[in-house]
């Protein structure tokens, strides 16, 4: 059984994927210990809880510098044990000590096809308002495994998304979340449960 951690920021349509994947059994094996966000006002935390999963905000504001709240962070997570983490929307850089003691056992979701539209600033709505600024043709989203470097991390899998003429961020983001986030991510967390991935090199193989 794959014991999860799901870590979120937001409205949680990701962590809602997730979950009507187990219930829908195109997630087997799997169970999610907990999900944590560092916004107390998240929706993501309501969905948790309409869905009996334990819940815990853990906020930067509540710590008197990063390294506290980095610290704090870490070590929940470390108590909790999972197999894995996975980052559904959540929005805040995660604690290199986190990403040592979960080396290759942290997978984020991110709304575009790194490399592009990625790194530093690019998250949420912003992505997808600067893919419009681009006047790029196609997007998409990716889902990786992450490491020291921000949004770096080995590429599990990726889904393009064909942007439209009167497209605006938001209505751009619903589509990537329909027609990639929703699918890769629930995806990529059955693949880590019944042991389909390798990661060689820096780059991820199926088996
Ligand atoms: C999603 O689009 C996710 O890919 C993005 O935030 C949104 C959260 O929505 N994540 C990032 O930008 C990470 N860099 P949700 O709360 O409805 O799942």
């Not at 087997?28 to 210990?33: A, Q």
């Not at 709240?69 to 983490?85: Q, S």
């Amino acid at each position: 059984m794959l014991k999860i951690v799901v870590c979120v920021s937001g409205g949680g349509t990701n962590l809602q994927a997730i979950m009507d994947a187990l219930d829908a059994g195109k997630i087997t094996d799997t169970e999610i210990l907990a999900v944590i966000s560092n916004n107390a006002g998240a929706g993501a935390l309501e969905r948790a809880r309409a869905h009996g999963i334990p819940d815990f905000c853990i906020s930067p504001k509540s710590y008197p510098d990063r390294e506290a709240f980095n610290r704090a962070f870490t070590d929940r997570v470390k108590e909790l044990a999972p197999d894995i983490v996975v980052l559904a929307g959540f929005l805040v850089r995660i604690p290199p000590q986190m990403v040592q003691a979960f080396s290759n056992r942290i997978v984020n979701i991110h709304p575009s096809l790194i490399p592009s539209f990625c790194g530093v600033g690019y998250y949420g709505l912003k992505v997808h308002e600067k893919v419009l600024e681009r006047g790029v043709k196609i997007t998409g989203a990716t889902v990786h495994f992450v490491n020291e470097g921000m949004d770096e991390g080995p590429i599990i899998a990726q889904k393009p998304v064909m942007i439209e003429q009167d497209d605006t961020p938001e209505i751009l983001q619903r589509r990537v979340m329909e027609q990639a986030e929703w699918i890769l991510l629930p995806q990529a967390i059955d693949d880590i449960a019944h042991g389909r991935l390798e990661i060689r090199e820096g780059h991820v193989y199926r088996r």
